[in-house]
């Protein structure tokens, strides 16, 4: 955190920052030339003009012009743009119209894909809390949080968010939810003593944080720091600076243009080598060069990507995930690892009470095992005594702890949709509410039988607090703590049968075995006193020892299930947390994150690590507790070094940097915090770690659709890479005019790529393996089988092309039949594209009505440009004749047979490939890529 008084602007080294948590609360109003009254107005004035508003500068947003010029910087465009020019100096103007055409439509997309990516942290000015209540002048006054400065008196109560970073003055019964920031569930108790100066921030209990809640109690504090100068300021200023790494997708994409660019370039160097050498002209050696560049640009490829992600947005934004930036698809299909935040998470971010221990028995609320009190109790109170003994002689002893844990209570359930909980007070005073509404009946009315003398506030320096109600007509005292320190007021434990001799070890045995179990334990006490007031609680003593409760905050339904099918699918789940190691390591052995006994890594343990050994801890470490940002980010950088692709889940401020610096973030929308959504990729509209499993599916199917994709259209661009070095090669002419290319890749071809982007999941999708960064957008497979498709159709067109032209003698017929039986090739090709190892006659093939229909289409879309003046004259095409149509259609077909036979060699002699050669974790059980 960085203090304000020693940042006296913005450019302020952090390192002369005081550790304001390490100071005395009169230390530190000195420091800051404040006082207990406050401060003056005038220095108000003029600390707000020193120090700037309490707000967090927002991050520039992008300019529409350097977007723009981004989608030109490509190695593909600059080589079609080259192309225009030629075609243009050629006097070949319709080619270069088109070529150009296609430019501009691939910017715009381009533009419109990356327009729509939203700058993070922008929101963060939410977290500031709106108003604020300050001693001024010795006058208390509420004032816009926007006006906070360094050394304002804040007064904080029951329900408000912090205004600004706090130094805690003086503090009555204090509780602050700080899961938002260190990611613990379970509210801070506060008090005013300074703590050591290495203590890790989550440990700061004399220091109140921007955007945390107070969940009860009231407090003071001096403002130490504000805006961007906070803690959460410091949090977003290390997301903000974290550039966000490039996806594998554009990794893969990058390198495939890059190769691309050296193909074109080396097959226009071979073309004008070859028709030098032979004497050709060189007019005919560009037009050729022209061609051979269109052919091999894959130009509406940035357009499928495009589409296929947006189909798959959509059918993600159906389970509730929400894609911020689209190259998150395919990244979350290749995804190998998942660091998720525990709190919020995995978890409901919701204390609740899972059991009681009483009378040496735990019983599990929700199980039914308590008897519901359809009358108060009150009414059923033995005849045979009266007040607290007539009670226990009436309940059993499990009934008898919830019941004290209503009474020990200052919570209502009244509740409050502004701090998303049931009740407002503390949580753990809530959940006792809750099961009592559950097991026993209406708290509301438990109380009115049982009415309240005197309350004494939970202290962390007294462990206890304890309530004076009237049971009967005799006071009876309702004490709630510590075990151990409940235990020091009593002098019997009630058994089955009533008050028994105090067992200490056995009531110590079941607490620590519970607290290792990761819940979070309390004692119950009762007993008759004497006296009505709060003079009892003087000395508390011969009590009679109620029981324990055990506190949880549960799982997510389906989340342990969602957490086995993703190392079913070969996915690594981590948690890294804020919370506790033992409430951490209890929870990973419950969602079967972690076995039993699993190590630990905590943030202190962390900071003595190098990177290297870090590295090799996170190879076999899956829980980190006691984890602050910056270790957070260590993590995800260790595991990016592994070669891991790895997505961090989270909610909290404190998950933002590692949000944005992992190969994918993935927010929770509803219980996330701003800065969480705006730093993630992909945001869970329902929260649910279950919808990442759905997430992870629809990536998957993405990236197989954009490979089917990518198949087809580099199949038809290769060959038309070997048609016209073939046809230059033996003397022939220009077999296809670059306009003509062209239309085969823009029109034709795309018309079934888009159609491709909706073919249906393949059934074994969540049993592949994910694929590693290593493998590129195709696989080696599908490279092989590119370059026979290739073959095989240029072949085929070659060889219709010279029968037609020394048939009927037209260069323009025998070029417009080679165009259309290559239009015929891809009509059979896009049935082999729909699976990369099962036989086209396998599918159904109305099973993606949308490409048959697409298919059809772009059949009859050519055939209408055929007999259309316009696009006669543009493709410099003409009506084939019907006798024809056989001759074209035939070869057309051997695709089919060609590919199918290179699928059955393939299936009996794989290609060593990654999809078989990667090995899993060991928790993983998925299966080899479909590819292999």
């Known amino acids: ?60 947003p992008s300019n529409p012009l350097a977007i723009v010029a981004h989608q030109f910087a490509s190695p593909l465009i600059v080589t079609l743009a080259l192309a225009a020019l030629v075609a243009g100096l050629l006097g070949e103007w319709i080619d270069a119209a088109v070529i150009v055409a296609a430019l501009v439509i691939n910017a715009l997309f381009g533009f419109l894909q990356e327009w729509r990516a939203e700058s993070a942290i922008r929101s963060l000015l939410r977290y500031l809390a709106p108003k604020a209540r300050v001693l001024r002048d010795g006058l208390e006054q509420i004032v816009d949080s926007r006006e906070l400065v360094p050394g304002d008196i804040v007064l904080l109560e029951s329900g408000v968010r912090v205004p600004a970073d706090l130094r805690l003055l003086a503090t009555t019964a204090l509780l602050i939810d700080e899961s938002v920031l260190t990611g613990e569930s379970a509210p801070v108790a506060k008090r005013p003593d300074p703590v050591a100066a290495d203590t890790p921030v989550a440990d700061h209990t004399c220091m109140a944080y921007l955007g945390t809640v107070v969940t009860s109690g009231r407090g003071r504090g001096i403002v130490v720091a504000t805006g961007s100068r906070t803690e959460v300021g410091r949090v977003a200023a290390i997301a903000q600076q974290e550039i966000a790494p490039p996806t594998p997708l554009q990794q893969h994409l ?22 030098l050498l032979r004497g050709d002209e060189l007019g005919t050696i560009l037009v050729f060069a022209v061609g051979a560049a269109v052919a091999i640009v894959p130009e509406d490829l940035p357009v499928i990507l495009t589409i296929v992600f947006a189909v798959s ?107 998303d909980r049931e009740g407002v007070g503390d949580p753990i005073d809530i959940a006792l509410l809750v099961a009592a509404r559950q097991e026993l009946a209406d708290p509301n009315r438990l109380r009115e039988q049982f009415p309240l003398l005197a309350m004494l506030p939970f202290e ?89 409760v055990a506190f949880w905050d549960p799982p997510r339904p389906g989340v342990k299930e969602s957490i086995a099918q993703c190392h079913a699918a070969g996915i690594r789940v981590l948690m890294i947390t804020g919370d506790h190691a033992g409430t951490a390591a209890a929870l990973a052995a419950e969602l079967g994150i972690a076995p039993p006994g699993s190590p630990v890594l905590t943030g202190r343990e962390l900071a003595e690590l190098d990177e290297a050994q870090l590295r090799e801890r996170v190879r076999t470490v899956n829980v980190y507790a006691r984890i602050e940002p910056e270790q957070k980010l260590r993590i995800v950088r260790a595991l990016q070094a592994l070669g891991e692709t790895i997505a961090v889940t989270g909610d909290g401020v404190n998950d933002a940097p590692a949000l944005r610096a992992a190969d994918i973030g993935v927010a929770m929308g509803k219980s996330g915090t701003d ?76 018309v079934q790529d888009i159609a491709l982007a909706v073919e249906p999941k393949e059934p074994d999708l969540l049993r592949r393996r994910p694929r590693p960064r290593r493998e590129g957008v195709l696989s080696m497979l599908l490279w092989e089988r590119i370059a026979l498709s290739g073959l095989v159709m240029a072949l085929g067109t070659l060889w219709i092309f010279q029968w037609t032209l020394e048939r009927f003698g037209s260069l323009d017929l025998a070029r417009t039949v080679a165009l259309t039986t290559m239009v015929l090739y891809q009509t059979f090709q896009v049935g082999n594209a729909r699976s990369s190892g099962r036989s086209v006659f396998q599918l159904h093939p109305l099973s993606n009505r949308f490409l048959f229909l697409a298919a059809a289409a772009a059949l009859l879309l050519h055939i209408l440009a055929l007999h259309t003046p316009l696009l006669q004259f543009v493709l410099r095409v003409q009506p084939i004749p019907l006798e024809l149509w056989p001759r074209m259609v035939v070869p057309a077909a051997s695709i089919v047979v060609a590919v199918e036979l290179h699928k059955m060699i393939r299936r009996r002699w794989p290609y060593p490939s990654w999809e078989l050669s990667s090995t899993l974790a060991s928790s993983t059980t998925a299966t080899p890529s479909s590819d292999s």
């Open 675 to 750: 800065v969480a959504r705006e730093a993630a990729d992909i945001v869970l509209a329902d929260d649910n770690f279950v919808t990442i499993v759905a997430a992870v599916e629809e990536g998957r199917a993405a990236a197989d659709n954009l490979r089917k994709a990518t198949f087809f259209l580099l199949s038809t661009g290769a060959a038309t890479a070997f048609l016209l070095p073939l046809a230059l090669f033996l003397g022939w002419p220009l077999p296809l005019y670059p306009a003509q290319l062209l239309w085969l890749n823009l029109v034709t071809n795309g």
């Open 1 to 60: 955190m960085r203090s304000i008084e020693a940042v006296q602007g913005p450019d302020s080294s952090a390192s002369h920052e005081p550790a304001w948590h390490a100071q005395t609360a009169a230390d530190v109003i000195g420091a800051l030339k404040s006082s207990p009254n406050g401060l003056s107005i005038a220095e108000v004035r003029k600390r707000l003009h020193q120090y700037g508003p309490n707000q967090i500068a927002e991050v520039s």
């Open 254 to 275: 990058a390198r495939f243009a890059r190769t691309v660019a050296v193909l074109v370039l080396l097959g226009i160097f071979s073309i004008g080598a070859f028709g």
């Open 313 to 419: 947005v959509q059918h993600m934004a159906r389970r509730n995930a929400i894609v911020r930036h689209l190259p998150a698809v395919e990244t979350l299909g290749s995804t190998t690892a998942i660091g998720s935040d525990k709190t919020g998470t995995l978890t409901e971010n919701r204390m609740t009470v899972r059991f009681l221990w009483a009378a040496g028995q735990r019983r599990e609320i929700g199980s039914g095992s308590l008897k519901h009190l359809t009358e108060s109790p009150a009414v059923h109170l033995s005849a045979q005594a009266s007040g607290f003994e007539a009670l226990w002689k009436t309940l059993e002893p499990h009934t008898l702890v919830l019941l004290a844990g209503v009474l020990a209570n200052e919570a209502q359930l009244t509740p409050a949709p502004e701090l």
């Open 460 to 548: 962390p320096e007294r462990r206890f607090a304890a309530a004076l109600c009237t049971v009967g007509e005799q006071p009876t005292v309702f004490v709630k703590g510590a075990p151990e320190r409940v235990v020091e007021m009593c002098t019997c434990w009630l058994s089955s049968t009533g008050p028994a001799p105090l067992a200490p070890q056995e009531i110590a045995d079941a607490a620590a075995e519970l607290a290792q179990a990761g819940f979070r334990v309390l004692g119950f006490a009762a007993g008759a006193v004497e006296g009505s007031d709060e003079s009892v609680f003087a000395q508390l003593s011969e009590l009679v020892f109620l029981g324990l």
